[in-house]
């Protein structure tokens, strides 16, 4: 699957894996080093760097991501590998989106999140998102063709960095043989806090096992308790870059999956091995909530969500008609991911993690405007009326919302046109 370039993000990872290398204690932990030196001892110490367009190499790798992936004697996986050069990928990236993008409704949604300071509007377009995976992925697994390809950048070749993204994708076809990751995704409901959910899944798996192979290639001799700090310094770190950049939301969920997932993975992996991560695969989580929790050291909420879509509302204002001056465009459930965004963006960074654990379910409608431009409602559902009124203050710096709260309920309504206030419909029983 894509998945970003390590060298962007992921290039204080070893660094900061070696300055947290241990000395030598008999008081560490016995279980959690066990089982990494289990998955280490799948080769990756004793791989020298190869070139993966050597056959050996391949198929030494292949050995070495079977064995971390599912246990010693786990068969190799050889897929099919070809190449695409940078323009070429970008151009098939650019066909796909416009065969797929249904250009009206993305719009009236990028023009939402632009409204809701989500995104910057430089960076709200398909061109945007296709310049943003085209620089950031250097090869990927296609779920429906079972095939690797790889992105040529037209850089020198570091062969450790080759080597592990080789890895990376020959842990999604054991992930494919295993679970059917087209399947997975088709299951999935179609918003952008399950999907990431989903990619949170299979990436963050990869994520985690290329790390354990890169720690190895590095010859860096950590244990448990140092390579697990070393995931969390490394998360803080890129995370931090992404934030200083533009189009936070967009970015973020692109690389959350390889920032998060292996915290998480590690975690999953702590408690049952293998076997603990692939139980994951039974019921591919639907939202966030506990994958940040774990990143954040923190207890999951183990709760019921408001349902999605919101089918029962009340209305402040008269409801909307046949007549509305506003046509529907679509709906959508930003997730817990995006609460911290929008909380961290006002400036509140120490509020936006408790505030992201405290999100219990949300729903953004969209709408096109008679008159023209576009419209948008974001209705959130939190555990406290104390969360909710913090988030709507915190929406209300941006004087572009309109925030209500209600209970544990927050509206807030943006558009380029009026608001009629029907908009500020809230969830019924609030």
Same mark, same amino acid.
């Given at each position: +699957? ?241 934030? +200083? ?19 998480? +993975? ?37 709760? $019921? ?30 997730? $817990? ?5 929008? $909380? ?7 509020? $936006? ?78």
């Amino acid at each position: +699957m894509k998945h970003p370039r390590r060298a962007r993000l992921w290039s204080r990872a070893l660094p900061v894996l070696l300055a947290l290398a241990p000395a030598c204690s008999e008081d560490e932990p016995a279980d959690p080093d066990a089982l990494l030196g289990e998955a280490t001892d799948c080769g990756g110490y004793e791989l020298e760097p190869c070139d993966v367009v050597e056959p050996a190499c391949w198929e030494r790798i292949a050995e070495i991501a079977a064995c971390q992936w599912g246990g010693p004697g786990t068969p190799p996986l050889l897929p099919e590998v070809s190449t695409l050069t940078e323009s070429e990928y970008r151009a098939s990236l650019t066909t796909d989106a416009n065969a797929e993008a249904d250009v009206e409704q993305l719009g009236a949604f990028d023009d939402v999140l632009v409204l809701l300071g989500l995104a910057d509007p430089a960076d709200a377009s398909v061109e945007a998102s296709v310049d943003r995976s085209a620089d950031a992925i250097a090869a990927f697994y296609d779920f429906t063709s079972k095939t690797i390809t790889v992105v040529d950048h037209g850089e020198e070749v570091d062969l450790a960095s080759a080597d592990a993204t080789l890895l990376h994708e020959l842990i999604h076809a054991q992930q494919d043989a295993a679970h059917d990751l087209a399947g997975v995704l088709d299951d999935t409901q179609p918003t952008t806090d399950a999907l990431t959910s989903a990619r949170v899944l299979f990436e963050g798996e990869a994520q985690f096992q290329q790390t354990v192979f890169e720690v190895g290639l590095a010859r860096i001799p950590v244990d448990a308790s140092s390579f697990e700090r070393g995931l969390d310094s490394v998360r803080r770190a890129a995370q931090d870059d992404l934030f +200083m950049g533009p189009s936070v939301l967009f970015t973020t969920l692109q690389f959350l999956p390889y920032t998060y997932g292996p915290e998480w +993975m590690y975690r999953l992996w702590l408690n049952g091995g293998t076997g603990g991560i692939q139980s994951q695969y039974e019921k591919v989580p639907t939202n966030l909530l506990g994958v940040l929790a774990a990143a954040w050291d923190k207890p999951a909420p183990k709760v $019921a969500l408001t349902a999605f879509p919101i089918a029962n509302v009340f209305y402040t204002g008269a409801p909307p008609s046949e007549g509305s001056e506003l046509i529907p465009i679509g709906t959508d459930r930003l997730g $817990a991911w995006t609460v911290y965004v929008a $909380a961290r963006l006002a400036g509140e960074e120490g509020l $936006a993690e408790d505030l992201a654990l405290g999100w219990r379910g949300d729903q953004l409608d969209v709408y096109q405007l008679d008159a023209g431009g576009n419209a948008g409602r974001w209705r959130l559902q939190f555990d406290s009326e104390a969360h909710a009124d913090t988030f709507g203050q915190l929406l209300s710096k941006n004087p572009q919302i309109t925030a209500r709260t209600q209970g544990k309920t927050v509206v807030g309504v943006v558009s380029q046109g009026a608001k009629p206030e029907w908009l500020f419909a809230l969830i019924a029983g609030d």
